[in-house]
């Protein structure tokens, strides 16, 4: 379902791709209304190339059209993108952290009060349409904006809302359980990535394709019944965002478990 909103991805790397295409291939966003952002002009040239997105060097321009500011740029380069586009950050933006490690609180701090923001924590099975993201609202961020941050991410996979201190939890569930999965299948065949071809070698290689299933419903979607929101949440229908409130540890676990759910 198209959002209507003009994005900017600040930082158009690797994620920022994999956001780019999930969204105009589930229809979320049209090309024009995607602006992304880098550097190197060539990058410019691969992504409106690809993608027939817009592209500017600037981070102030890209953020001042933008409705919806996604923060794409490595974890150490955060402090210097945000001190260059906090001038044009008011209320009217929603600003999605990608970033690994930084706290909602340190980008507030930058930003000034009142900005809303979402900090996200997608995996890399997102490049292949099969990501996990868990997201948590900011201080200023409403119900309505955490559904449109889900909506970017349920275009690449799944999301779910979880308190922010369960962001570094799903940091390490989200490092290590891809890499996990491939060392397991790994074990489970008798032999490792590189190992000389032999009889088990095809079975091996259709499991290698990844713990991210591209392209195909994963069977804990009809398991727990979850469309997943965004272009599978049903015709017209936006997703329901269970916004947890505070954590406990039967809440902590209960959010964690609904994530490694939505992570299978
Ligand atoms: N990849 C993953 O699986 C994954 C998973 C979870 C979270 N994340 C988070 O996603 C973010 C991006 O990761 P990535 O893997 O996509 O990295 P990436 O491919 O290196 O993308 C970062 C991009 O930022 C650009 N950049 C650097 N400085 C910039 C600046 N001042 N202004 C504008 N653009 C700038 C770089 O391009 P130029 O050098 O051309 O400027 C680069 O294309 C990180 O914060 C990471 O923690 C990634």
Redesign the pocket.
């Known amino acids: 379902m198209p959002i209507g909103k003009t994005i900017a991805f600040?930082?158009?790397?690797?994620?920022?791709e994999a956001l780019v295409k999930g969204l105009l291939r589930a229809g979320v966003a049209a090309p024009q209304e995607i602006v992304c952002?880098?550097?190197?002009k060539l990058?410019g040239d691969e992504l409106t190339t690809r993608y027939g997105v817009r592209f500017t060097t600037s981070?102030v321009e890209a953020a001042r059209v933008a409705d919806l500011v996604v923060l794409?740029?490595?974890?150490q380069?955060m402090n210097?993108?945000l001190d260059e586009i906090a001038p044009v950050l008011d209320s009217s933006k929603l600003v999605v952290s990608?970033?690994?490690g930084v706290p909602i609180e340190a980008i507030e701090r930058k930003v000034g009060h009142g900005v809303r923001i979402v900090r996200t924590?997608?995996?890399?099975p997102a490049l292949v349409g099969a990501g996990a993201t868990a997201l948590a609202a900011g201080s200023h961020a409403t119900d309505e904006d955490l559904s449109q941050a889900k909506a970017l991410f349920d275009a690449v996979g799944k999301s779910v809302v979880v308190d922010e201190p369960l962001l570094d939890a799903v940091t390490g569930l989200s490092g290590s359980g891809p890499a996990y999965m491939f060392l397991e299948a790994a074990h489970r065949d008798r032999g490792a990535p590189g190992t000389p071809e032999g009889p088990g070698d095809e079975p091996r290689r259709h499991r290698h394709r990844g713990p991210a299933h591209p392209g195909g419903r994963r069977p804990a979607d009809h398991a727990h019944g979850r469309g997943g929101g965004g272009h599978e949440a049903g015709e017209g229908a936006r997703p329901e965002v269970p916004r947890p409130r505070r954590v406990t540890r039967k809440s902590g676990l209960a959010q964690l478990e609904l994530y490694m759910a939505a992570d299978m």
């Open positions: 600040l930082g158009a790397g690797n994620m920022a952002t880098s550097r190197r990058r981070n794409s740029v490595k974890p380069v210097h993108l990608i970033a690994a924590m997608p995996n890399t």
